[in-house]
């Protein structure tokens, strides 16, 4: 059956013809994302959802989302979207980063003109027929120091355009390397030194915990006399109050704001302020900017509704299409190690550690993790996914490590996996075959090869005599048939295990019939999505 998806705001003809291309059934219904209760009546019908800014994605919303997969955002704020609801339920949250890159740097160049020549005002005077030529002096932007608060993608495209206009280009970014700042020939300094320097400043950083308030009146009152400051990225990076002191001051000499820390803005303090730029969030405004994040959001649904690719997703490690053929197998074989120790073990689990050995180690980890933690936590709750699984294992004080390590052994690549718990560890490891099938080489230490099947039977004893002929004999007369017998041994006459893998359900009786023989100290029947 076909993956079913929603798209509940307005968005280009492309973008709903590339879904229909690739075998997706849509439904283009662009005015439902405004109507909550309509939304929350039909959400359960699909399988994605694509949204601009309009929609709003609420626990209530996804409450009803029964079949929801994935949410896919044409742009890139994500603020109408509940995202930590949207993990617990086990949705994926992407957006489109780098549709809009250009449109929204190219603004804020826009505004920095704007705010150095008093563009705005100069353009209305002259509408009104008045001829104020000596009112309006500008200054140049050439040789003057840009700082760029935030190199990223957007900082990135701004300091070019910048030192094409012959800027000299500062920028401050906690996570800019000094290879990556030579690279781009801006000079990397700290905050404080910006402040100082910076003729123009311009942010171009998201609104976090870190950033926000990053202009604050503190930090307003370091900056250079008659700086102009543009924001074209977040509301909420700038006190506005303070900017409009300083501003009415003269220490600021002019300001241009695409975004407010309250959107829609009906009211601000920087509102009616003296060369003082403003515009209603232009920044992805342009025709190419908006056909570009609706086509890109419309791929990247498909591709993971289709091929399991995960692209710009903001609460799952991201996973490209290419990563996605070579990685399956080894995704599968994650969650199903995770998947074993789960149904083992009865107590709270305090630590899961993950040994990533050889070709495996050199692939996309923090996916793998999710598979490991997702397979883990099924057995608890069993709706959780890849997305759901971290924040289920976040909740419970979980503690995940992982390590990675070149080849070590006999195979090409392995994963272990070890569960830590108040009373015991436990641990599996599994491997990838060249056919492609994951395969257990490895529980509690003792070295196995077996194949993973929907129903499994796994024991424990003490290595005697008669114990196959046992477990064939009980499972004979109960008409279980075995379609795969897996033995291994620490020692002779020390611990042993045996993995079976069966045709049927293992019914309880079997269960009993095998504890009745006295032989075994451990029978657990497990189960494996291997579809």
């Known amino acids: 059956m076909a993956p079913k998806v929603l798209i509940s705001d307005k968005l280009s003809d492309a973008a709903v013809q590339i879904f229909k291309d690739r075998g997706i059934d849509v439904d283009f219904l662009p005015d439902v994302g405004k109507d909550k209760d309509k939304l929350a009546e039909i959400i359960g019908q699909y399988d994605g959802l694509a949204i601009r800014s309009a929609t709003k994605v609420t626990p209530t919303i996804l409450e009803n989302a029964t079949n929801l997969k994935v949410i896919g955002r044409a742009g890139i704020g994500t603020d109408n979207i509940d995202k930590e609801a949207a993990s617990k339920k086990g949705v994926i949250v992407m957006n489109t980063p780098f549709g809009n890159m250009i449109t929204t740097a190219e603004h804020a160049i826009a505004m920095m003109f704007a705010a150095a020549r008093q563009l705005p005002e100069a353009s209305a005077s002259t509408h009104a027929g008045k001829w104020e030529?000596?009112?309006?002096?500008?200054?140049?932007?050439?040789?003057?120091?840009?700082?760029?608060?935030?190199?990223?993608?957007?900082?990135?495209?701004?300091?070019?355009?910048?030192?094409g206009l012959k800027m000299k280009v500062i920028a401050y970014d906690p996570f800019l390397s000094q290879e990556k700042a030579d690279m781009m020939q801006v000079e990397k300094v700290e905050l404080d030194d910006l402040l100082a320097r910076a003729d123009f400043i311009t942010l171009h950083v998201p609104l976090t915990d870190g950033t926000r308030n990053i202009l604050s009146r503190e930090n307003l009152a370091k900056t250079k006399k008659g700086v102009r400051?543009?924001?074209c990225a977040r509301g909420g990076l700038v006190d506005e109050e303070a900017l409009a002191d300083l501003i009415k001051s003269g220490h600021v000499a002019g300001a241009a704001f695409d975004v407010f820390s309250e959107e829609p803005a009906k009211e601000n303090p920087l509102f009616g302020l003296p060369n003082v730029v403003c515009t209603p969030h232009l920044g992805a405004a342009t025709t190419e900017a908006q056909e570009n994040v609706a086509l890109q959001v419309a791929e990247q649904m498909s591709n993971y509704l289709l091929d399991g690719a995960v692209e710009n997703a903001l609460n799952m490690p991201s996973m490209t299409a290419e990563e996605a053929k070579v990685m399956g197998p080894w995704v599968a074989l994650a969650g199903h190690l995770g998947s074993f120790i789960g149904q083992l073990t009865e107590e709270p689990v305090k630590a899961i550690n993950i040994l990533y050995d050889g070709v495996v180690s050199e692939m996309n980890l923090p996916a793998l993790n999710c598979a490991v933690v997702a397979g883990i936590m099924k057995k608890v709750n069993p709706d959780v996914n890849m997305v759901s699984a971290p924040v289920v294992a976040k909740e419970r004080g979980i503690q995940i490590s992982t390590t990675n390590q070149d080849k070590s052994g006999a195979f090409e690549g392995y994963i272990k996996v070890t569960v830590v718990t108040p009373e015991r560890e436990r641990s599996i490891a599994g491997t990838v075959f060249s056919d492609g099938k994951p395969r257990f080489i490895q529980i509690k230490g003792i070295n196995i090869d077996a194949e993973v099947g929907g129903n499994m039977l796994y024991t424990t004893n003490e290595d005697v005599p008669g114990i196959i002929g046992t477990l064939g004999g009980v499972l004979g007369q109960n008409g279980v048939n075995i379609a795969n017998f897996t033995l291994g041994r620490a020692e002779a006459g020390g611990e042993a295990i045996a993995l079976l893998y069966v045709d049927n359900v293992l019914e309880q009786k079997v269960l009993d019939d095998l504890a009745a023989t006295g032989l075994f100290k451990q029978i657990r029947p497990l189960s494996f999505d291997v579809a």
């Open 229 to 231: 400051i543009i924001n």
């Open 133 to 163: 030529k000596s009112k309006f002096m500008g200054v140049e932007l050439t040789h003057k120091t840009l700082g760029v608060i935030g190199a990223g993608n957007i900082g990135g495209i701004v300091c070019d355009r910048a030192r």
